[in-house]
């Protein structure tokens, strides 16, 4: 059973353009939804994470949008640029439950110069 | 400080050997989580410990696989007469307590002919 489910599996977007990534989940009792990103070779790196009582959050380039009725959150990366070039994965946990990431299965981006 | 690392890198064995996998947390972080990551695919939950004890181990796949940190610090996964369908990268996470931040390692590439 998928129970974050992500797209696209790959995107390519051109320098300065803004990248969009789609997550929904099923679990109602998902608290925590984190968004990761996984350069080749690497594991993979905390970018932005929101809570549910919020429905959107900014940091940087970075927004988290997020609609709880929908079950959906979104990664939108504006400005992008050719560093940013790599795998983002969503996840969501249940705060009660230690922490335990349940991952979407990825969005390969890649900004062209 | 210095991040989380795991040893080996690199890991080819044969069918049915047996192998150890080992994580070095960052220091003083109590909650340790394990993943495995399928190429293409998100990482998916196998085990995490809050101090020495297995908090939740609901997402080992069969009892070939265990993990131990009996020290609270270091924490090696098991896996017993492997088989092909365990290739994958295993990754290990931890945070300084079981909600926060997970901080990821480079992961160990098992590989079984």
């Known amino acids: 059973q998928q129970q974050v489910k992500q797209s696209p599996q790959s995107l390519i977007v051109q320098k300065g353009g803004i990248s969009i990534i789609n997550c929904a989940y099923e679990?109602?009792?998902?608290?925590?939804f984190p968004w990761y990103q996984q350069f080749p070779g690497k594991g993979p790196a905390l970018l932005i994470a929101?809570?549910?009582?919020?429905s959107e959050k900014k940091e940087g380039r970075f927004t988290i949008s997020f609609n709880k009725s929908a079950k959906q959150f979104s990664l939108h990366i504006m400005d992008s640029q050719p560093g940013d070039s790599a795998t983002y994965f969503c996840?969501?946990?249940?705060?009660?439950?230690?922490?335990?990431?349940?991952f979407g299965q990825g969005t390969e981006l890649s900004v062209k110069p | 400080g210095a991040g989380v690392s795991q040893t080996p890198s690199n890991k080819v064995t044969e069918k049915g050997k047996y192998v150890e996998l080992r994580c070095d947390p960052i220091s003083g972080h109590t909650a340790l989580y394990w993943y495995r990551q399928s190429l293409g695919q998100g990482p998916e939950f196998l085990i995490y410990f809050q101090g020495t004890g297995a908090a939740d181990d609901s997402g080992l796949p069969n009892d070939r696989f265990f993990a131990v940190r009996p020290e609270g610090s270091v924490s090696t996964l098991k896996i017993q007469r492997t088989e092909r369908g365990d290739s994958a990268m295993y990754l290990c996470?931890?945070?300084?307590?079981?909600?926060?931040?997970?901080?990821f390692g480079p992961g160990t590439r098992l590989t079984v002919l």
């Open positions: 679990n109602t009792a998902f608290d925590y």
């Open positions: 996470a931890s945070s300084l307590f079981n909600r926060d931040t997970q901080y």
């Open positions: 929101i809570r549910p009582d919020v």
């Open positions: 996840a969501a946990t249940r705060y009660n439950q230690g922490g335990k990431l349940i």
